[in-house]
């Protein structure tokens, strides 16, 4: 009887995302493709995509659609489903257990999914489908999020591949996650975008659920590794639109190196999302810049503009 034969078979490695957007032109320079992936361990509460925070496959309920019918009631085996006065969908958020079983019974488009499991190479090959833009204004490819350092292995793999044929690859985390994994998907990475909300932890904590000192401690490390890095401040009015405050976060992108610190005021963009989700509307408190606010920030840092940039620049 011959050796017993060993066939090597190599591990997929599958991602969660919930969006592949071309042409954008906000997140890293040039022309790019942004590929947003699912799970975030921040809540923040102006988060504009509220589908990036669970890390599951989900349901997006559509309530102008629904006849109705009831089928998806009678599946919903924990009754997360249930009708409004006018016989229209309404899902709780907590009691879904994302089996999908409403999705498949409702003929009427009413219930669908968020989110596609997919792998590394098909990954890849989606993301390469603008190459020649990229080559021809100076882009690349970012992933977002939710938080991309959640699926480490995945986004580290994909950066990998595009990195080996010479795509620019930029990163776009929150910057919570030990710093070995920040480590290893940096080595594959030539631009993070790293947010800065806020420089006090326990305003930190008490927004958006963890305290900052990891981050920041990440963000400090990662200044001694060859990545450009650009810090980005969601700036949000009564919770860090603080002279004193974008001060010291501009004094701390000079510290690390960073090229530049963009200050992207907050919009209500993604407010119509979260009753879609069966989600608590994080906005409500919250509101945006005046236009002359808006104004003033931007003549405060003129002087600084070789680093400063309110708005997408
Ligand atoms: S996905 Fe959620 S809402 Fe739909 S049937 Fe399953 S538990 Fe119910
Ligand atoms: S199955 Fe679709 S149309 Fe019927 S009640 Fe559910 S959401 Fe509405």
Redesign the pocket.
Known sequence: MGAKQHTHIEEKIYGTIFNIQQFSIHDGPGMRTTMFVKGCPLHCPWCSNPESIDPFIQIK?HPE?????????KVCEPKA?L?DEK???NLEYDKCNHCMA?HS????G??TVIGLKISVEDAVAQLLKDKDFYNNTGGGVTISGGEPLMQHRFVSAVFKNLQKIGIHTALDTCGYAPFNILEEVVEHVNLVLFDVKHLDPEKHRNTVGVKNDLILENLRKLSDKKVEIWLRVPFIPGFNDDFELANGIIALGREVGATRVYFLPFHRWGEHKYPLLGLKNTYEGYREFLPEEAKNWKEKYIDQSDLVIFGQG
Do not use: D, P
């Open positions: 309920i659609k629904c006849r109705g019918c009831e089928a998806c009631l489903l009708h016989k229209r969908i409403c019974v409702c003929q009427y009413a219930i």
